[in-house]
């Protein structure tokens, strides 16, 4: 799909050749280094942190994401997609607990779809062991950046360990920094920048559930487990060792909230109640509660994201968003794809490549962004719903009925590249289609009553193939 | 209305007297302090920039602002509205100029209602004055607040002149230092800050309309002149040397625009097209346009304005508008009066006082942020509209017909004290009322019309008094 840059006419032209300026070697900053060394350019990389692979660096908690088809892409492109498969979990579908223990089943999409659990520290450190071994590539860690001097053109950065202090001309700058950027804080102090931090009043904490004493998995691998509880919910994700890593998103003020959970005690007959049959699978608990921390949850939107020819922004630094529909990384590692076809395209014309980035992106992260917080009403709360999960068997024949016409909105943001924005539209499209077919529907029956499948008939005659 | 602390039992407790830090000395920062020190607090007041009353100050352009009852009310609690009155010009209404130089005029409100022309420059050297002459209060010119650090109560402070850095402990730090805060801006960086800053697609520019040779006005003094454009406009406002500053907002990109408007000719062949009665009163054009910087027009929405009992954001740091109300500097002023008013019923609590006044002042503070994009369309656009300006003779009858029950909404936000939030959801009301009625309004006329005077009864059975 991605083409070497050496093979196109324009890159071949050495006054393309620039060192350029990586901020940020996590998920996204690593991989970015990745495709932009493949276009024959230096790259100098700066970290914040110290460098993950070494010794002594906090090895930390399990912390695992959900890979899906934009990532998979990414990762493709740069060679390591079969790698990454090999550490992976699929996770065909979503195992929803109630308060009584039962379970229920959703697939996420065809047989063999799904979304794939991978350890964030593992893909980091695999990325960093890629970009090391780029000739073009050299990365620099513990390397805090204080300020940007766009005018200037240069870098205030600080060494972690030495305290020393020292500024850096750059010719070309990739803000990677994440959701906090230091980069994007230089360019909010430029004029008509626009930008918005926004939390929402949850707050999310890990905890763990622990493998069996034979190193299995104590609940379905294959599975993303899901306890909605209206207001609040966990999930869990399988990670190789046999645990999963959960997390509890609940409110931070309120009576069920993280601040009215002050004590073991409380936290114990808490979880009892709500999470029954999870809180045996949990040993340490009220270890895990007490001892890590409560996160909270932002969006960040910005624009424009480009500074002149020389300053891009990509991944959260451009576009942070809440993690319900898991698309954080598979939308920062697309921003990865998407520069790599403009630099195939445009290569040596900057100023073209980063406005074209900016002009392809900034919709489909705002579309993302108002996913995400969409899909956190669904896992909390619908998925609940007897009402919902018939919806969605009906929208899934729909699906199997229409197949050129319908494709369900999880699947059009999960397992296809169709931009984020037009998904999000088509899926609001169908939820307005849904919602006058799911009054004359009380069962999974009813969806062959010849009335059902005329108005069926009928509205499909409005949706474009 | 504002009683001086010393009446109150709680403020005469010596414990309440602090040593208070204000960072701003603008317009907010200044009146603020001034109120601060009735309750017999202790002032130390830093400002950015070198002191205005100075000779070698930048003595700049006329810069006015409409002073409206809100505002009047703040300098009344200080005890020098009078003082002001004597150097600010009142405008009674609008006085449209189209585009064939036809001028057509309506009043803000009942006769000897009006908003007030004053020198920003002018007033905030008053306020200086009153603060210099106060022993509790000590002035700091020439020091940029570069970082404020909340965890340790402290300002990192330059002086402008010597370049000389200086950290300095804070026990209560009130933040009027202006859309572009720095204390805010250190807030911004805190967990769960919620933040905007989002900017028009239009600029401003200030030019002059000069006096007569004999120091008089050449246009109507006591109005507010607009030369509404559709989708741009100019206005102008009186200055006491027989002079009119006028703004011209104008969008950035376009086939008219700033970008658009290169050379001495492209402005002088514009402005003669659109402006045509306004030029021959402009000789300074060409000069002040090309002299004159553009300016950028934002919104700032920011939650929470209070950092514990210790920090708290008013004015522009806590809520810039963009100017079309002319409620920047009042909405500002209010805040002052409503602070005040805290201090009196909970001397010494700043816990409460804080925690009430963003509680009291967020929902008025982002109603007038829209208020003020509101207003853009109405002025720039609509007020050119027949339709509309019949709207608003029509408006004026129910007015005087239910005196009681309907107050215009320009009425509610610049000659009353009703918080913003409730005028801007009765100004909604209004407008839904209003578009029914006008559906059956051709003319002035048609309001007596039987059928017209039942349906306006019935729309104001609706509307409580």
Chains 1, 2 share one sequence.
Not at 226 to 244: E, K, S
Not at 444 to 462: G, K
Request: proline letters at 5%; charged letters at 20%; hydrophobic letters at 40%.
């Amino acid at each position: 799909m991605t083409t070497s840059a050496t093979q196109t006419a324009a890159s071949r032209n050495q006054t393309d050749k620039e060192q350029l300026t990586v901020m940020g070697a996590g998920l996204v900053g690593s991989l970015l280094s990745l495709y932009l060394a493949r276009h024959g350019h230096r790259i100098q990389v700066f970290e914040r942190r110290p460098d993950p692979r070494q010794a002594g660096a906090a090895a930390g908690r399990s912390i695992n994401l959900a890979l899906s088809d934009r990532g998979w892409r990414a990762l493709e492109g740069i060679g390591i997609a079969e790698a990454v498969r090999e550490v992976a979990i699929p996770m065909y579908g979503r195992v929803m607990h109630d308060a009584q223990g039962n379970l229920s089943y959703q697939p996420y999409g065809q047989p063999g779809q799904g979304i794939y659990s991978v350890s964030r520290g593992g893909l980091n450190r695999r990325l960093l062991d890629l970009a090391e071994a780029e000739p073009n590539i050299q990365l620099n860690f513990g390397q805090q950046c204080l300020e940007v001097d766009l005018r200037e053109q240069q870098l205030h950065l600080r060494d972690s360990a030495t305290g020393e202090e020292k500024h850096l001309g750059y010719q070309r700058l990739f803000g990677t920094d994440g959701a906090f950027s230091a980069v994007r804080s230089s360019m909010q102090r430029t004029d008509r920048f626009d930008y918005s931090q926004s939390y929402l009043e949850y707050g999310y904490k890990e905890l763990t559930i622990a493998s069996a004493a034979d190193g299995t998995w104590q609940l379905e691998k294959h599975a993303l487990h899901i306890w909605p509880r209206g207001r609040y919910m966990m999930i869990a994700l399988p990670n190789l060792d046999g645990t999963f890593t959960c997390t509890l998103f609940f409110p931070f003020e309120g009576d069920e909230s993280f601040a009215a959970l002050r004590t073991p005690g409380q936290v114990q007959a808490f979880f009892e109640r709500v999470f029954p049959d999870a809180v045996p699978l949990m040993p340490e608990l009220i270890d895990d509660f007490f001892g890590n921390p409560t996160s909270s949850l932002v969006t960040v939107k910005c624009f424009p994201w480009v500074h002149e020819d020389d300053v891009v922004l990509l991944g959260d630094a451009a576009h942070a968003i809440v993690p319900f529909y898991g698309q954080g990384m598979n939308a920062g590692f697309e921003d990865c794809t998407v520069l790599d076809e403009l630099l195939n395209a445009h290569a040596g014309d900057w100023g073209k490549v980063f406005q074209e980035f900016q002009r392809l992106r900034k919709p489909n992260a705002d579309a993302v962004a108002d996913l995400a917080v969409y899909n956190f009403v669904e896992m909390r709360d619908k998925v609940a719903d007897p009402r919902f999960l018939l919806q969605k068997k009906i929208e899934s024949k729909i699906a199997a009925q229409y197949p050129d016409q319908w494709l369900p909105l999880y699947s059009q943001v999960t397992f296809s590249h169709r931009p984020y924005a037009e998904a999000w539209a088509n899926g609001q499209r169908q939820d307005a289609i849904m919602s006058r077919l799911m009054a004359r529907i009380q069962s999974e029956e009813d969806y062959d009553r010849p009335e059902v499948q005329q108005l069926v008939q009928q509205e499909m005659a409005q949706v474009p193939a």
